[in-house]
């Protein structure tokens, strides 16, 4: 078989033996291109893996002052002041009521599995700002703010955008997610 193609390339005129290593030679290019896209996605990959298998190490090896920091922050929590879902929608309504702010919105407080020691409870919250006074928003803003600081660490925040409504564009719209820790009673 290759002998037979072998003297058929032979046998052609210098034009077609030219098309055709062109032709080889396209492919071959082709081929090193894929080839070379796998290779870097692999490559990657591998960094990646190795760079998160490095990080897990060092959380293992510092496992013991992991584990006495978390007993030590667990310790000074007060169990009677930890909030559930709905106590935490209560507690963040409340204060969002005191500071003024009106026309809220939250979605459904999550409720996680957690384990038999504590749980963590998220919610998102949206204020829509339609206060002509941005003096009188930003006021209601802050003491809101205040409030949710002072009630640290129980109730805290984890993710904060303000941003324009998407209704009347001139307008802002806060979109809150905060988050509780539950610790279970001891009976």
Partial sequence: MIRTLRAHFLGCQLREKML??????????????????????????????SID??????????????????????????????????????AVQKMASDAGLRNTTSAAPSNPPGNAQFSIHTLDYTVNLRDPDPGKNWDALTKF???LQQRSPYIGIEQFTLRPDP??????????????????KSR
């Fill in 145 to 147: 703010y205040s409030a």
């Fill in 167 to 184: 209704v009347n564009r001139a307008q802002l719209s806060l979109v809150l997610r905060v988050s509780s820790v539950e610790i279970a």
């Fill in 53 to 90: 298998l490095a990080e897990q190490a060092q959380w293992l090896g510092n496992r013991a002052s992991v584990e006495t920091a978390a007993q030590k922050a667990a310790a000074r929590l007060d169990a009677t002041k930890t909030l559930d879902g709905v106590r935490l929608l209560e």
């Fill in 20 to 49: 055709v290593v062109g032709f080889l030679a396209l492919a071959v290019l082709v081929w090193l291109s894929n080839f070379s896209k796998r290779a870097s996605a692999f490559w990657r990959e591998q960094h990646r893996t």
